[in-house]
């Protein structure tokens, strides 16, 4: 399932785009789950981790789609956006944002599938290299590359990622077990790190990428030592 969200102040484009991708599900067998939102702060403010694709129109009242594009990659680092526009003159800006792609107006079935195809060729290891985390009702896929540690703070687990932190109830151990040979190590029975976001190791810890220190114990020093040099290497945890 493929978390979607359709952003366009006018119904006509929404319905277009969701009829293509209605049709695109039942010709492929790929699966999603749509939002349809009407204004760039809309889609700021329902944006949630687990969001997959978002079909953005540029030129909408309030803030413009280009502008929430931007606000938008500072909280998801890996959703595919894709422009709906009569403007194409805004593709050099959206190369800025890390846009996937664009669909000009109208936009005919052939065009949607081709980007949608390519869409989903982009999106599929990074699926597939992510972990699922449940928090307030809601459930966050995080993409490996952006998850920096985990802490167990009381009866929580900490989800530490590049776009931000969650809190979860969890346990470290089952989590760990998912995070197996990805290049993850627990350092401590209260840390588990992200060997990629690793930027110093020091006397008595390691600092990651985010500016926190995090403590390694003694007894887990060597076999660390070990797995990180095994790991910029190029070996296999």
Same mark, same amino acid.
């Given at each position: 399932?493929?978390?979607?969200?359709?952003?366009?102040?006018?119904?006509?484009?929404?319905?277009?785009?969701?009829?293509?991708?209605? /049709?695109?599900?039942?010709?492929?067998?790929?699966?999603?789950?749509?939002?349809? %939102?009407?204004?760039?702060?809309? %889609?700021?403010?329902?944006?949630?981790?687990?969001?997959?694709?978002?079909?953005?129109?540029?030129? @909408?009242?309030?803030?413009?789609?280009?502008?929430?594009?931007?606000k938008l990659r500072e909280k998801n680092? !890996?959703?595919?956006?894709?422009?709906?526009?009569?403007?194409?003159?805004?593709a050099i800006e959206g190369y800025e944002?890390?846009?996937?792609?664009?669909?000009?107006? =109208?936009?005919?079935?052939?065009?949607?599938? %081709?980007? @949608?195809?390519?869409? #989903?060729?982009? #999106?599929?290891?990074?699926?597939?290299?992510?972990?699922?985390?449940?928090?307030?009702?809601?459930?966050?896929?995080?993409?490996?590359? *952006?998850?920096?540690?985990?802490?167990?703070?009381?009866? *929580?687990?900490?989800?530490?990622?590049?776009?931000?932190?969650?809190?979860?109830?969890?346990?470290?151990?089952?989590?760990?077990?998912?995070?197996?040979?990805?290049?993850?190590?627990?350092?401590h029975k209260g840390y588990c790190v992200?060997?990629?976001?690793?930027? /110093?190791?020091?006397? *008595?810890?390691?600092?990651?990428?985010?500016?926190?220190? #995090? =403590?390694?114990?003694? !007894?887990?020093?060597?076999?660390?030592?070990?797995?990180?040099?095994?790991?910029?290497?190029?070996?296999?945890?």
């Amino acid at each position: 399932m493929w978390k979607t969200i359709i952003c366009d102040d006018e119904k006509d484009m929404r319905d277009a785009v969701r009829v293509n991708l209605e /049709r695109f599900s039942e010709e492929t067998g790929e699966r999603f789950s749509v939002t349809e %939102l009407t204004s760039g702060e809309a %889609l700021l403010f329902n944006l949630t981790e687990d969001v997959d694709i978002v079909f953005l129109d540029i030129k @909408m009242g309030g803030i413009t789609g280009m502008d929430a594009a931007r606000k938008l990659r500072e909280k998801n680092s !890996h959703v595919c956006i894709v422009f709906i526009t009569t403007m194409t003159q805004y593709a050099i800006e959206g190369y800025e944002v890390h846009a996937f792609g664009f669909l000009k107006k =109208p936009v005919s079935y052939a065009q949607f599938r %081709l980007q @949608m195809a390519d869409v #989903l060729r982009h #999106l599929a290891p990074v699926k597939k290299e992510s972990i699922q985390i449940r928090s307030g009702g809601e459930i966050y896929t995080i993409a490996l590359p *952006d998850l920096v540690y985990l802490e167990v703070v009381d009866h *929580d687990l900490k989800v530490v990622c590049t776009t931000g932190t969650i809190v979860c109830r969890a346990s470290m151990g089952e989590t760990e077990k998912k995070l197996a040979g990805k290049g993850f190590f627990r350092i401590h029975k209260g840390y588990c790190v992200n060997l990629a976001h690793v930027s /110093r190791v020091t006397a *008595d810890g390691l600092r990651v990428s985010s500016g926190d220190e #995090l =403590p390694v114990s003694k !007894h887990r020093r060597r076999e660390f030592l070990e797995a990180y040099a095994s790991y910029i290497g190029g070996g296999v945890l």
